[in-house]
């Protein structure tokens, strides 16, 4: 049977019009020969009203109640949705998250799908009902209602999908909300961004976690893991949205599809760590064992024994942060700094991994701004940088607007430089200009339901097998490879003044050379001092060496390059590995018992990578595979 997942954000319910508006939608699609559950989000800026009022209340409301609190948003939408769809003359149910068992952790606020008893669901379906589930609840074993966090309906529709999927359904997956679908950048916030046709998974799932709010990043997690076909398109129009996808060969023809912005992180330096095994996991396992998401990690190289480690967490989690790392800082005998506000611009693309001169092409348009970068991560897909926001209260003033708007969206447009530095990067990627997978007119809508494209990828039936394996656990990370290189070199600037221009300075040259540069990170070590670190093929490794030299000669004499061609990169690859914080304890901590140091780390949605002297490379590989049960 064929069976469609429709979700409605809180965007596309702000009121009785819209709920009527998503009611008309679901019964098309009845109509077309469809099953059809619908998931809905509380309506409009319900979700922000009701922090606000517990906040009234109390400043440390106890998580568990407030899971209590705001699953009542999307019982609201539940009701008013199904009424609408009886008022419009077909039949409808709607049911709570514990309701259809789904069962999650104890994690409340960042609760994680552990199951989901599909059986009441398909009871309905096969009474001929509508089905109306709340989004971003669930409960725990005990009864308790929790959240999934914020965002969480789109999770909720995805894991439905899916679980209905493995059950043997045909299953699509709409995700309905205010735009037209993904965009090569927030539309809110850069007016020229376009329409993707299409985007892959690991794209989506980066652009996601780097701030494209449009998804939520854990939804892509399932739509990957279990193939689901996922379309985001515009609750008001038939227009057809984006399908996100298993990635295409021609995805890689651009270096770049999309560019995010976050603004609600803040940066942490940990000064004078001791350069040793084991540190990073002692660090990294404390924020994991109280479930805090480390975003960017620059760990710089160490000197004198001593090494700086500058990451990013959530600005909700930086309280709980401190708290924890205090004592071990003190331990350690190292400092504990932090920068102001912060914004962190991100650019995604699978061509990236093929195609040189990215970082050399952003760095370059944002110096030219006269924005000066932070602190520089990459990944397999995308590069992430972090840019101060120094403007005052009266710059962003004026940008409040008038209508009732998410929080979220309020946050990204007191981001001045933020804003500023993302619409710079959109320009220098030409991504307002028209191109495959961006650029074709709309397509006229089929009666508003489409098949998806084939799939570029096929999965075999072990890895459908081992899908269906891990539904008891949904929400489990997916660990899908361990992997040695050892043909990377890294060379490492000390002490480049923090100006901008200079990273772009470095990348330029490098760039021009043809060299395609691998990992980079770089980090403030010292006022106004910052140290860049980055990796290049070892056939590439003199000459970028030479040109970084000869570069640095003209940027400051005293500044000079250290090369090291003795090392190893090991790249743990899968889904959700940021934001499932044990992902980097297993690692740090396995590398930590073997007394294995690590010298430099990259995270990201899709990949952590680390570098680690070459001798200890195989053994590394050996004891990260075991470490994930791979074989
Ligand atoms: N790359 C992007 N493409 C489309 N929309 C984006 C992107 N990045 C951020 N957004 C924002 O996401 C918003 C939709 O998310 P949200 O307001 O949470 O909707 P919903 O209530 O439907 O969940 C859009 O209005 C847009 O401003
Ligand atoms: N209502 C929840 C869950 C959600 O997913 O909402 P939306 O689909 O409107 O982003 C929130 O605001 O976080």
Same mark, same amino acid.
């Given at each position: 049977m064929r069976l469609i997942v429709q979700k409605f954000g809180g965007s596309s319910l702000r009121d009785a019009e819209s709920v009527l508006a998503a009611a008309r939608k679901a019964i098309r699609a009845k109509h077309a020969g469809y099953q059809v559950i619908m998931v809905v989000s509380a309506q409009g800026t319900t979700t922000d009203d009701l922090i606000a009022k517990a906040a009234e209340i109390t400043a440390t409301p106890s998580p568990r109640e407030m899971d209590v609190l705001l699953a009542t948003g999307e019982q609201v939408s539940i009701a008013l949705t199904a009424m609408a769809i009886q008022e419009l003359g077909e039949q409808a149910i709607s049911f709570t998250g514990p309701q259809v068992g789904i069962l999650t952790d104890r994690?409340?606020?960042?609760a994680r799908i552990r199951s989901i008893d599909i059986r009441r669901l398909r009871a309905a379906l096969d009474a001929g009902q509508i089905v109306v589930l709340a989004g971003f609840q669930g409960m725990t074993d005990e009864g308790d209602i929790t959240t999934l966090g914020r965002g969480g309906s789109d999770t909720t529709a995805v894991a439905v999908a899916a679980a209905m999927k493995l059950a043997g359904y045909d299953v699509t997956c709409e995700i309905y909300t205010d735009v037209d679908g993904v965009y090569t950048s927030d539309p809110r916030l850069v007016p020229d961004a376009r329409k993707m046709d299409a985007i892959s998974y690991d794209e989506m799932l980066e652009m996601a976690s780097m701030g494209a709010g449009v998804m939520h990043s854990r939804s892509i997690e399932f739509a990957k893991k279990y193939d689901v076909p996922l379309m985001v398109r515009n609750a008001r129009s038939d227009a057809l949205g984006t399908w996100i996808l298993p990635e295409a060969p021609w995805m890689s023809e651009f270096p770049v599809c999309g560019a995010a912005l976050a603004a609600d992180e803040s940066r942490l330096v940990l000064e004078g760590v001791p350069d040793r095994p084991g540190v990073s996991h002692r660090i990294f396992s404390a924020l994991a064992d109280a479930n805090i998401a480390v975003d960017m990690i620059a760990q710089s190289v160490g000197r004198g024994g001593r090494a700086t480690i500058g990451f990013t967490v959530l600005n909700s989690e930086l309280d709980r942060t401190r708290k924890i790392l205090m004592p071990i800082v003190a331990e350690m005998g190292a400092t504990l700094l932090e920068s102001g506000r912060v914004s962190k611009v991100s650019v995604v693309g699978a061509g990236m991994r093929t195609l040189a001169g990215v970082a050399e092409r952003m760095f370059s348009a944002l110096a030219q701004a006269g924005i000066n970068i932070q602190m520089i991560t990459t990944g397999d897909i995308k590069i992430s940088v972090l840019v101060e926001e120094n403007t005052t209260a009266e710059e962003w003033a004026t940008e409040t607007p008038s209508e009732p708007t998410k929080k979220a969206h309020l946050e990204a447009r007191k981001a001045v430089v933020g804003r500023r530095a993302l619409r710079t990067v959109h320009d220098a990627f030409g991504l307002a200009l028209p191109r495959k997978g961006a650029g074709v007119p709309a397509e006229p809508a089929d009666n508003g339901f489409r098949p998806r494209p084939q799939p570029m990828v096929v999965h075999s039936e072990a890895d459908h097998e081992a899908a269906i394996a891990r539904l008891a656990g949904m929400e489990d990370v997916l660990v899908s490879g361990v992997y040695l290189n050892t043909e990377q070199c890294r060379l490492t600037i000390h !002490?480049?003044? !923090?100006?901008?221009?200079n990273c772009a300075r470095v990348f330029t040259a490098v760039a021009q050379a043809g060299i395609l540069v691998d990992m980079i990170v770089q980090n403030i070590v010292a006022p106004g001092r910052a140290e860049l670190s980055f990796t290049v093929t070892r056939r590439d490794y003199q000459q970028a060496l030479h040109c970084t030299e000869e570069v640095l000669r003209s940027i400051d004499p005293s500044c000079r390059v250290v090369g090291d061609a003795d090392i190893a990169v090991l790249y743990v690859t899968g889904v959700g590995m940021r934001t499932h914080t044990g992902v980097a304890r297993t690692m740090f901590g396995a590398l930590a018992a073997r007394q294995i140091n690590i010298h430099m780390i990259n995270t990201s949605e899709v990949c952590v990578a680390v570098v680690v002297d070459q001798e200890r490379g195989a053994e590394a590989l050996e004891c990260l595979r075991e470490a994930f049960r791979l074989a």
């Open positions: 994690n409340h606020r960042k !002490d480049l003044p !923090d100006r901008p221009g």
